[in-house]
């Protein structure tokens, strides 16, 4: 006979246990526990899921989910919504600072920094070297700008007909850039974009031309 436990009956505390999904791991690797995951299909009566990813955008912006316990490969376990986890290092900010969606190879993994493509995936409850706290709650973020520190809009920069550098401060590759066109001194401007770095926006304008960089 099917048995509830009281535990399902009371408030979440760390985990919400009634709302745990039973669910396949087919990713090609063990899951971890607290892992970030993504359905990425079904098998028979089961949804299949793998670890999300932030290099890769169709791995970092769907909806994301919590690993309850470690899933070995090809076999089925809990996720859920969200997660309060302990125990962890957050010396590095302050309560209230944003957890994002780590890169391969923490394949599943967050970090207290931002990945390449830029998905917050929840908050840091304690500060601490060994008992700091996070609430994951990657449901509750659907963007790629976590705040406005996440994105830069530059000044007026007035083309030379080379590649210049725009330095962003995002500490990391753009996501996407946008580059806007102030004033073309009454001619035609041509705008390219070169390989952006972490450091800086590389943009080549025809020589006068006046544009603005946006990055994410």
Known sequence: MPSIKAKWLRPA?????????????????????NDLVLVSGAQANALAITRSDATSAIRTFPALSVAKHGIPDGRRGVIVPWAHVTGVNTAATAVGGPIYAADAPNNGGWSLTQGTLSRQVGVVTASHATAGSVLLSPQAYDGTVANPANWFKSAE????????????????????????????????????EGAHTAVNVIVTATAGAVYRVIAV
């Open 13 to 33: 505390t760390d985990l919400p246990f009634a709302e745990g999904i039973l669910a396949l791991n087919n990713s090609g690797a063990a899951v971890a526990a």
């Open 157 to 192: 920069v007035t083309g030379n007909a080379g590649a210049q550098n725009t330095a962003h401060g995002l500490g990391r590759v753009p996501s996407l850039v946008f580059v806007t066109v102030v004033d073309n001194n009454g001619g035609a401007a041509d705008i390219l």
